[in-house]
């Protein structure tokens, strides 16, 4: 092999990899249990992956890693023991907050806790005014001494955001450089992570940065050196929250962007994917082990928003925009207090796994589907077989007899309800948001989706189903088609009628400079830019994209913001002024993406045969005779119909009854309602 390109994917249950030979342009993926700690599951996947292909560590040109290291951390509270220096008088920001409620008719609902105590919360003699004046200088000899109590603390990580940073960053800069050279530990600006206003989110951001630092540093950089020792000399690159890839080095340093690392991962390759087969309009849902993640694609374009919440903390950082539920195929299904049949959010995990893994004695949406028959135990997931005996027992002994229900309708049971959460959070992300389904493709992906695509889409009338070629694997191939990516922002607060297009012109050449920086070594980048509006006395503003053919028109902004403020609000207010809030770029470092999937190349021939079968329940039919078909002896053209098992290495697609499903040229399964 002259090269090969491999995106590796490391998920709560299954750590997913898929090869490229860039020369051949033939792809391998691969699938295996994810381990603790996940690195020793890349290492050890790599060396299988080299041995079933016949490849050497050193012909590994680029490795393309997207991971759930940053969110597992949060969510599990293994942080770092971190310090904040901030504005004096402004220490106690983080418990302030803002004036929302998490459920606003409980009036005992806690907050988070901050993640930095208020004994390591320190205010520090400076102050800027609202316009970057400097009214208080800052004094360094607090910062010595703030910097004696944080050594004898043991602090690991210091976050630094001062009042209005982002219009002169000097005063972080001087804390940061003594803190560094004093403490020898990672001190996070927030001017340099966020020059943004909004004093709440910008030092929540900038802590939980801090808090994730050191970890995701540690993790990053023994992964290179154990690659590096098992013979991989790749240019190692990591899936940024925002869709695109970045260095190990800035991902470290922002470690705060690697939070959805995994599914944005998965809905690039979604992408991908659906333009190919030309789809613009598209529902990704990306059903794992642990979680699902549902997104959308508009006009061939992914969605994204500035800001997210995970674990009830703000993270005010541009990332895809992503619905996450805690439904997978390893959720568990069990009763609560009243008798009531529940599934997830807690998961069996990779280890000990749903129980026909073989560990487990609790039963899970994966126990579900093996007891109705919808997966093959002679095919089994990746390298794991499936215990359907085992399976049956504990679903029997959990669910079917504390309710008094039979084995099937206890499993049938369990998919319903993991069904209904999944469509909830579509309607989530379309019915709500006045979109109808129906006018959308439904993509489904993950270890998990292709076996609860068909019941979606028929529960939610959706016309057509979409399953990619190694939909097991997307996440890994959504990092072979993912390019460098680096989000910029500056808030500039300005009236729109008395804005010169000299100024913002300089300001937007100031961030282009600032992301050649960070991509350097590409010669072609394009840069998108984009504008927050709002009307004068708002709190919140609309992130308006400019034309990059047309240039910096401001006198065209205003009528671009109330269009949009009508189709998210249902009104406009053009009597009212407009204001600028921030200016964005994104810098994309463009490059060759491979031509993967090309027009059924590398596919068998098509065989048909109905002389395999299994029998298949559904809840509206019973036990039914089902074919089933090898996904990769399926070729472009070849049509089938329900009820019908279509079974690849990483993934089992289920047909229902009233569907049918044809292969595009693509080596797409495409299902439809008879």
Same mark, same amino acid.
């Given at each position: 092999?002259?090269?090969?390109?491999?995106?590796?994917?490391?998920?709560?249950?299954?750590?997913?990899?898929?090869?490229?030979?860039?020369?051949?342009?033939?792809?391998?993926?691969?699938?295996?249990?994810?381990?603790?700690?996940?690195?020793?599951?890349?290492?050890?996947?790599?060396?299988?992956?080299?041995?079933?292909?016949?490849?050497?560590?050193?012909?590994?040109?680029?490795?393309?890693?997207?991971?759930?290291?940053?969110?597992?951390?949060?969510?599990?509270?293994?942080?770092?023991?971190?310090?904040?220096?901030?504005?004096?008088?402004?220490?106690?920001?983080?418990?302030?907050?803002?004036?929302?409620?998490?459920?606003?008719?409980?009036?005992?609902?806690?907050?988070?806790?901050?993640?930095?105590?208020?004994?390591?919360?320190?205010?520090?003699?400076?102050?800027?005014?609202?316009?970057?004046?400097?009214?208080?200088?800052?004094?360094?000899?607090?910062?010595?001494?703030?910097?004696?109590?944080?050594?004898?603390?043991?602090?690991?990580?210091?976050?630094?955001?001062?009042?209005?940073?982002?219009?002169?960053?000097?005063?972080?800069?001087?804390?940061?450089?003594?803190?560094?050279?004093?403490?020898?530990?990672?001190?996070?600006?927030?001017?340099?992570?966020?020059?943004?206003?909004?004093?709440?989110?910008?030092?929540?951001?900038?802590?939980?940065?801090?808090?994730?630092?050191?970890?995701?540093?540690?993790?990053?950089?023994?992964?290179?050196?154990?690659?590096?020792?098992?013979?991989?000399?790749?240019?190692?690159?990591?899936?940024?929250?925002?869709?695109?890839?970045?260095?190990?080095?800035?991902?470290?340093?922002?470690?705060?962007?690697?939070?959805?690392?995994?599914?944005?991962?998965?809905?690039?390759?979604?992408?991908?994917?659906?333009?190919?087969?030309?789809?613009?309009?598209?529902?990704?849902?990306?059903?794992?082990?642990?979680?699902?993640?549902?997104?959308?694609?508009?006009?061939?374009?992914?969605?994204?928003?500035?800001?997210?919440?995970?674990?009830?903390?703000?993270?005010?950082?541009?990332?895809?925009?992503?619905?996450?539920?805690?439904?997978?195929?390893?959720?568990?299904?069990?009763?609560?207090?009243?008798?009531?049949?529940?599934?997830?959010?807690?998961?069996?995990?990779?280890?000990?796994?749903?129980?026909?893994?073989?560990?487990?004695?609790?039963?899970?949406?994966?126990?579900?589907?093996?007891?109705?028959?919808?997966?093959?135990?002679?095919?089994?997931?990746?390298?794991?077989?499936?215990?359907?005996?085992?399976?049956?027992?504990?679903?029997?002994? !959990?669910?079917?007899?504390?309710?008094? /229900? @039979?084995?099937?309708?206890? =499993? +049938? &049971?369990? *998919?319903?309800?993991?069904?209904? $959460?999944?469509?909830?959070?579509?309607?989530?992300?379309?019915?709500?948001?006045?979109?109808?389904?129906?006018?959308?493709?439904?993509?489904?992906?993950?270890?998990?989706?292709?076996?609860?695509?068909?019941?979606?889409?028929?529960?939610?009338?959706? !016309?057509?189903?979409?399953?990619?070629? /190694? @939909?097991?694997?997307?996440? =890994? +191939? &959504?990092? *072979?088609?993912?390019?460098?990516? $680096?989000?910029?922002?500056?808030?500039?607060?300005?009236?729109?009628?008395?804005?010169?297009?000299?100024?913002?012109?300089?300001?937007?050449?100031?961030?282009?400079?600032?992301?050649?920086?960070?991509?350097?070594?590409?010669?072609?980048?394009?840069?998108?830019?984009?504008?927050?509006?709002?009307?004068?006395?708002?709190?919140?503003? +609309?992130?308006?994209?400019?034309?990059?053919?047309?240039?910096?028109?401001?006198?065209?902004?205003?009528?671009?913001?109330?269009?949009?403020?009508?189709?998210?609000?249902?009104?406009?207010?053009?009597?009212?002024?407009?204001?600028?809030?921030?200016?964005?770029?994104?810098?994309?470092?463009?490059?060759?993406?491979?031509?993967?999937?090309?027009?059924?190349?590398?596919?068998?021939?098509?065989?048909?045969?109905?002389?395999?079968?299994?029998?298949?329940?559904?809840?509206?039919?019973?036990?039914?005779?089902?074919?089933?078909?090898?996904?990769?002896?399926?070729?472009?053209?070849?049509?089938?119909?329900?009820?019908?098992?279509?079974?690849?290495?990483?993934?089992?697609?289920?047909?229902?009854?009233?569907?049918?499903?044809?292969?595009?040229?693509?080596?797409?399964?495409?299902?439809?309602?008879?």
């Amino acid at each position: 092999m002259a090269g090969l390109s491999i995106g590796t994917d490391v998920g709560g249950t299954f750590t997913d990899f898929v090869a490229l030979n860039e020369e051949s342009g033939e792809l391998y993926g691969y699938k295996r249990l994810s381990t603790r700690p996940p690195d020793r599951g890349i290492l050890d996947g790599l060396r299988e992956l080299a041995q079933l292909f016949n490849f050497t560590p050193t012909e590994i040109k680029n490795l393309l890693h997207g991971s759930t290291v940053a969110t597992n951390a949060l969510l599990e509270k293994r942080l770092a023991r971190t310090a904040l220096l901030t504005t004096e008088g402004f220490r106690d920001i983080l418990e302030i907050g803002r004036q929302d409620r998490p459920k606003i008719y409980d009036w005992n609902a806690d907050r988070p806790e901050p993640l930095v105590p208020r004994s390591l919360r320190f205010g520090v003699p400076e102050r800027l005014d609202y316009q970057g004046n400097v009214l208080k200088r800052l004094d360094l000899s607090v910062v010595v001494q703030i910097a004696e109590q944080l050594r004898r603390a043991r602090i690991e990580s210091v976050a630094v955001c001062y009042l209005f940073s982002y219009l002169d960053p000097e005063h972080e800069r001087q804390t940061g450089a003594l803190l560094r050279s004093l403490l020898k530990i990672p001190v996070t600006l927030s001017s340099e992570l966020l020059p943004e206003h909004r004093e709440y989110e910008r030092t929540a951001t900038t802590v939980l940065n801090a808090a994730l630092r050191p970890m995701i540093e540690e993790y990053l950089s023994q992964l290179a050196a154990k690659l590096h020792k098992q013979g991989v000399h790749a240019d190692l690159q990591i899936m940024q929250s925002n869709g695109g890839l970045t260095t190990v080095r800035q991902a470290g340093e922002r470690a705060v962007q690697m939070l959805f690392s995994g599914p944005a991962a998965g809905v690039a390759g979604a992408r991908y994917v659906a333009v190919q087969a030309g789809f613009g309009n598209v529902i990704t849902l990306d059903m794992g082990g642990t979680s699902t993640d549902v997104s959308l694609i508009r006009e061939g374009q992914i969605a994204w928003r500035p800001e997210g919440l995970i674990a009830g903390r703000p993270v005010r950082l541009p990332m895809v925009e992503i619905q996450s539920i805690g439904a997978g195929g390893g959720s568990i299904a069990w009763l609560d207090a009243g008798g009531i049949l529940r599934v997830g959010p807690q998961s069996a995990g990779a280890d000990p796994g749903p129980a026909c893994y073989g560990k487990s004695e609790l039963p899970t949406v994966t126990d579900a589907q093996l007891v109705l028959g919808r997966l093959d135990p002679e095919s089994p997931l990746g390298e794991q077989s499936l215990d359907l005996p085992r399976a049956q027992a504990v679903i029997t002994e !959990k669910i079917a007899s504390p309710l008094k /229900l @039979s084995l099937e309708k206890a =499993a +049938l &049971g369990i *998919l319903e309800i993991a069904d209904a $959460q999944m469509e909830r959070a579509i309607r989530l992300m379309t019915v709500e948001r006045g979109l109808d389904p129906r006018d959308f493709t439904l993509l489904v992906f993950g270890g998990a989706g292709p076996l609860h695509g068909s019941s979606l889409a028929r529960r939610l009338k959706i !016309k057509r189903l979409l399953v990619p070629q /190694l @939909s097991g694997l997307l996440s =890994a +191939l &959504g990092l *072979l088609v993912s390019e460098p990516v $680096q989000d910029l922002v500056q808030t500039f607060v300005h009236p729109l009628e008395t804005l010169k297009v000299s100024e913002i012109a300089s300001l937007f050449a100031r961030l282009q400079n600032r992301a050649q920086e960070r991509l350097h070594g590409f010669a072609q980048i394009e840069y998108l830019c984009s504008v927050d509006l709002r009307y004068r006395g708002q709190s919140y503003e +609309l992130n308006i994209e400019l034309d990059s053919q047309r240039g910096q028109r401001p006198h065209e902004w205003a009528a671009l913001f109330h269009q949009s403020h009508t189709q998210a609000y249902g009104y406009a207010l053009p009597e009212r002024p407009v204001e600028i809030v921030n200016l964005r770029l994104r810098a994309v470092g463009r490059r060759a993406l491979p031509d993967l999937f090309r027009k059924g190349e590398g596919l068998l021939a098509p065989i048909v045969s109905r002389e395999r079968s299994r029998a298949i329940c559904f809840a509206e039919y019973g036990w039914l005779k089902s074919a089933i078909y090898s996904r990769e002896e399926l070729a472009p053209e070849c049509e089938l119909c329900g009820p019908a098992l279509v079974v690849g290495r990483e993934s089992t697609v289920l047909v229902e009854p009233s569907q049918r499903a044809f292969v595009d040229k693509f080596g797409n399964l495409l299902i439809e309602a008879l």
